[in-house]
């Protein structure tokens, strides 16, 4: 079975600084989907940044980048310029590409922005 | 356009009752899912359906949870027998057609259920 995992429950940064969340998962699926959403303090969680594991190249969303590192099974979230709106919950997850479209959620990491 | 809709925001619930929380998803998205998020956790699968295939329950925790999707639109959670374990926001999310898509997910504003 697929597990993610967040090992950082909280991390905080200072406004326009840069900040890494880690994400690691386990499979052995060869062909999958990563994602990292973004959950603020009003709820609703939106998609930050996706991942197909078959493209080599490690996705990039404006001030969001990824650092995808397949054979480690590795997945972090690069934020740079941090603002004070990036204040939020993360959340890292893994889809496998055929079968079930069950997406696997990690627990979340609190991120604060400090002005 | 309207995004993913729940109702209620919020129930507080005895325990023992039986409680339906609705998820209107954005119109033409072929898949729902619904998950449950407790407090300083991740989120918990528990099912999802898409389009007019079995739905996947394979998350569902106990036969007290049931959930249904109505044409192809609307669905509803429905537990029964509520515990104080059930306590949680319950997060809905629709995607479009999961063949060959983004597999982007939208997710719903959810439902706050305290059972006491």
């Known amino acids: 079975a697929q597990t993610v995992t967040q090992s950082q429950p909280e991390m905080s940064v200072q406004e326009a600084e840069t900040v890494t969340l880690s994400c690691t998962y386990d499979?052995?699926?060869?062909?999958?989907?990563l994602f990292w959403y973004k959950q603020p303090p009003s709820r609703q969680m939106i998609l930050v940044i996706r991942?197909?594991?078959?493209?080599?190249q490690n996705a990039t969303e404006n001030r969001f980048s990824v650092n995808f590192q397949k054979a480690a099974k590795s997945f972090s979230l690069k934020i740079s310029d941090s603002q004070l709106g990036d204040t939020a919950m993360y959340f890292c997850?893994?889809?496998?590409?055929?079968?079930?479209?069950?997406?696997?959620f990690g627990t979340g990491t609190r991120l604060k922005v400090l002005a | 356009g309207a995004g993913v809709s729940q109702s209620p925001s919020n129930k507080v619930t005895e325990k023992g009752k039986d409680v339906e929380l609705r998820c209107d998803p954005i119109?033409?998205?072929?898949?729902l899912y619904w998950y449950r998020q407790s407090l300083g956790q991740g989120l918990e699968f528990l099912i999802y359906?898409?389009?007019?295939?079995?739905?996947?329950k394979s998350g569902l925790p106990s036969d007290r949870f049931s959930a249904e999707r109505t044409g192809g639109s609307v669905s509803t959670l429905t537990i029964q027998r509520t515990q104080q374990e059930d306590s949680a926001v319950y997060l809905c999310?629709?995607?479009?057609?999961?063949?060959?898509?983004?597999?982007?997910?939208?997710f719903g504003p959810g439902t706050r259920l305290t059972v006491t």
């Open positions: 499979t052995s699926e060869n062909n999958y989907y």
């Open positions: 991942q197909e594991a078959y493209k080599q």
């Open positions: 359906f898409q389009g007019n295939s079995a739905p996947d």
């Open positions: 999310a629709s995607s479009p057609s999961l063949a060959g898509g983004s597999y982007e997910q939208y």
């Open positions: 997850a893994f889809m496998k590409h055929r079968g079930t479209y069950k997406y696997i």
């Open positions: 119109s033409g998205h072929t898949a």
